[in-house]
């Protein structure tokens, strides 16, 4: 093959390729968000509750560490607790699709 005909065909698979990305943007912002129903996670300043909890590691980016850092300060709740809290509620309201 000659090189024209390569770079022909690469910028063939290229554009054809953005397109497709493009197309499939387009979809999602149309077809899935448009349904999508947004419910607020509401929290309020911490309460004592005992109960029998298990650990495990989680990590994250130090983005979103921060993020929670500063709900934990605004509500007097450790990092672990709001951790918890959006669990719980992520659990309850999570919807599968398959």
Same mark, same amino acid.
């Given at each position: 093959? %000659?090189?024209? *005909?390569? +770079?022909?065909?690469? =910028?063939? $698979?290229?554009?054809? !390729?953005?397109?497709?990305? @493009?197309? &499939? +943007?387009?979809?999602? @912002?149309?077809? &899935?968000?448009?349904?999508? +129903?947004? $419910?607020? *996670?509401? $929290?309020?300043?911490?309460?004592?509750? @005992?109960?029998?909890?298990? =650990? *495990? %590691?989680?990590?994250? !980016? @130090?983005?979103?560490?921060?993020?929670?850092? !500063?709900?934990? &300060?605004? &509500? !007097?709740? =450790?990092? %672990?607790? $709001?951790? %918890?809290?959006?669990?719980? *509620?992520?659990?309850?309201?999570?919807?599968?699709?398959?």
């Amino acid at each position: 093959m %000659n090189g024209n *005909f390569k +770079n022909s065909l690469k =910028s063939t $698979i290229n554009n054809e !390729s953005d397109e497709v990305i @493009k197309n &499939t +943007n387009e979809i999602l @912002k149309k077809d &899935t968000f448009d349904k999508v +129903n947004i $419910i607020k *996670f509401s $929290i309020t300043k911490k309460k004592e509750i @005992k109960d029998i909890r298990k =650990s *495990f %590691n989680v990590y994250m !980016s @130090k983005d979103l560490v921060e993020k929670l850092d !500063s709900i934990s &300060t605004k &509500t !007097s709740r =450790s990092r %672990n607790e $709001i951790i %918890n809290e959006m669990c719980d *509620f992520c659990a309850d309201n999570i919807e599968i699709i398959k």
